[in-house]
């Protein structure tokens, strides 16, 4: 069974820039989460989605957008970049969401 | 509010020692998930364990065992004679019925050989 594939691995943005980042769920998992991931704040809950409706929103400015597609992958985009963007980006993916949570590798995304 | 504590920044111990990691949660709801996750130095994290609310039995898998209490609002994860492949930042999670998994801020396991 292929696992949680994340797209691309590394990025190099500059302020201003937009960003799309990309998920691919495990085969049969509907629930797709975010999340972001600095040394500062942690595993910070982005959002989730599951069968292209996001049910569950963190507390991120309206910079930060989703959205998941019929085939359950789904897309983050964040856009007008700040320096403190740059982090490590998480999608995970699972069957429901009391689910254990499995992990892509993460994108790791660099604005200068 | 729902929060989950690592007190734990950093722990380092000697090979074959045993370890335990701490995780303490706040939520009022009664029904919740616990979990705990794994991020070795590659970076990808992975799953461990889930315990459900109405579950207080400790579990043993390998090496590894959990201890839930709910009357401390913990649950704490011990790995017993620790190896090197033991090193890797360790986090604990909660659901609960606000539908979203909040995770603590990790503790850094090192495994000195």
């Known amino acids: 069974k292929a696992g949680v594939t994340q797209t691309p691995r590394y990025l190099i943005k500059t302020r201003g820039q937009q960003v799309t980042l990309s998920c691919s769920p495990i085969?049969?998992?509907?629930?797709v989460s975010w999340y972001q991931q600095t040394p500062g704040q942690g595993l910070q809950f982005l959002f989730e989605y599951f069968s292209e409706t996001q049910r569950n929103k963190g507390n991120f400015p309206g910079r930060f957008s989703g959205r998941q597609f019929s085939n359950s992958r789904s897309e983050m985009n964040v856009s007008t970049l700040e320096l403190g963007d740059s982090a490590l980006y998480l999608c995970a993916s699972s069957f429901s969401s009391t689910g254990e949570l499995f992990f892509g590798e993460g994108s790791r995304l660099t604005v200068l | 509010a729902q929060k989950v504590t690592q007190a734990q920044t950093e722990i380092s111990v000697v090979e074959k020692e045993d370890v335990t990691l701490d995780c303490v949660y706040e939520?009022?709801?009664?029904?919740?998930?616990l979990f705990w996750y794994k991020q070795p130095p590659s970076g990808e994290l992975v799953f461990l364990i889930r315990?459900?609310?109405?579950?207080?039995q400790n579990e043993i898998s390998g090496r590894y065992s959990w201890n839930f209490q709910k009357s401390t609002s913990s649950f704490n994860f011990t790995i017993t004679a620790s190896q090197v492949v033991d090193s890797a930042v360790y986090f604990c999670a909660l659901w609960t019925s606000y539908d979203k998994v909040i995770f603590g801020p990790g503790t850094s396991l090192s495994v000195i050989p």
């Open positions: 939520t009022r709801d009664t029904t919740y998930y």
């Open positions: 085969s049969g998992h509907r629930s």
């Open positions: 315990r459900n609310s109405f579950d207080e």
